[in-house]
């Protein structure tokens, strides 16, 4: 009843939202590994071969192994989830994604007890990603959830965009979209999900652990230390577009609060 | 070769300079208007209006080098490239307070709390008697306190290039090349001074030794 009940929440949510146009999707996209710049992945992205595609699922599950993506796509529903996406730079757009719940596929692949943590790496092909050259990050990418909030109904991992194919620079042919937390947990191309009983490593906590923390999830009362997230730009309103506060858990609080009860958010950041 | 591109430069009017320099401005912010800076025109005018700041107070810092020691004389358009920094300094600033934070109480503690914004705006505050005294009336009444006066560029341009290499999220390299540049152009500005030193406190050595030989 809980989960119909979210479900339900979920589409009055959906109604509200005025998706950003395909193109300012597809053209403004953070993902280092083709540039620093929002238009590199749309120019470099295409070099990036998505096919064949297989996701190394390992650790403590109960089927290990390299899954080809259209094994998986077989098992699972695609649906369209229309969800904000804010960065943690303060500005934010509205996705409407396709996908399938990541808790179908982690069930699918059995998650062993005691397990909880999931981590996930990007693909990481220096011969077709350019900014990879750079060290801006440490490379693979990589990015991780607790278990609950991985098994969390809002957590999506997406395969496509407007109902089309997903573009190379917004992360094809898989990747994942926590619609609470801000856009870089949300990692791209994905090669391999690890089940674990320890808090994984994520990229940009690794980074700068001063600025970003394994949790990130959206919180205006909580700022970055060099920009304040208590409001943000909505992009594709033009050059006078107004800023808007940022909501609580981006407009989740209702559904994903309590996965955070009595916990600190400042300190969990 | 560098004397024929000084007779050329002799001959080009320095409001060229500025009216080439000023047309990007309203050009940039055109585009982002009719929507052809894509998804984010605000933060496109932003970071280009800035970034043509820093390449202006590069080309500024450069002027006496490249007179020094290739014997390219640019010193009639330095005014031209310092004031059109100033003026890009002062879009970037605008765009910044108007267009992308909006809020004024969220302006206020951005200056004060965000290190980078600090130095952005202590750059711009040291810029602001730069251009009040660039004109000739300033030159003469200042006299010698205006040459004085001006070393406040150096501060200046070092603001502007940490404030970039600050803002930079994770292991980025455009903004260290800006501050590599600005802090190359003033070492050689240093170096050349020590240099001058050098041969003059050789010069009064060797004079010394003249006298007490002869």
Known sequence: AGLAGLVGNTAQAQEALEPNSFEDIASYCNFYEFGTGKGDPSQYAHLMTTEPWSVKIDGMVDKPGDYALEDILSEMTIEERIYRFRCVEAWSMVVPWNGFELADLLQMAGVQEGAKYVSFETLYRPAEMPGTAVPVLEWPYREGLRLDEAMHPLTLMATGLYGKPLPNQNGAPLRLVVPWKYGFKSIKSIVRITLSDQEPPTSWNMANPREYGFYSNVNPNVNHPRWSQASERPLGGGIFAKRKPTLMFNGYEEEVASLYEGMDLREFF | ?214
């Open chain 2, 1 to 214: 070769m560098i004397s024929p591109l000084n007779s050329w430069i002799r001959r080009l009017p320095v409001w060229v300079v500025y009216l080439l320099g000023v047309l990007p401005a309203p050009w940039l912010f055109y585009l982002g208007l009719i929507g052809d800076l894509g998804a984010d025109p605000v933060k496109a005018i932003e970071h280009r209006y800035g970034e043509l700041a820093l390449q202006l107070v590069i080309a500024g810092l450069a002027i006496t080098p490249l007179r020094r020691h290739l014997g390219l004389n640019l010193m009639k358009f330095r005014r031209a490239i310092g004031l059109l920094c100033f003026f890009y300094v002062s879009c970037h600033l605008l765009v910044w307070l108007v267009l992308d934070v909006q809020i004024l109480n969220q302006i206020l503690t951005d200056i004060l709390k965000r290190p980078y914004i600090t130095l952005g705006m202590l750059s711009f505050i040291a810029m602001v008697p730069l251009a009040v005294t660039s004109n000739n009336a300033s030159v003469r009444g200042l006299g010698r306190r205006w040459q004085r006066l001006h070393r406040l560029t150096y501060l200046a341009a070092v603001l502007g290039g940490l404030h970039y290499v600050l803002l930079a999220k994770g292991f980025q390299v455009a903004p260290l090349i800006y501050l590599g540049m600005i802090l190359c152009l003033m070492l050689i500005r240093v170096g050349g001074v020590l240099i001058d030193w050098f041969w003059l406190v050789l010069d009064a050595v060797r004079c010394a030794l003249v006298r007490r030989l002869s």
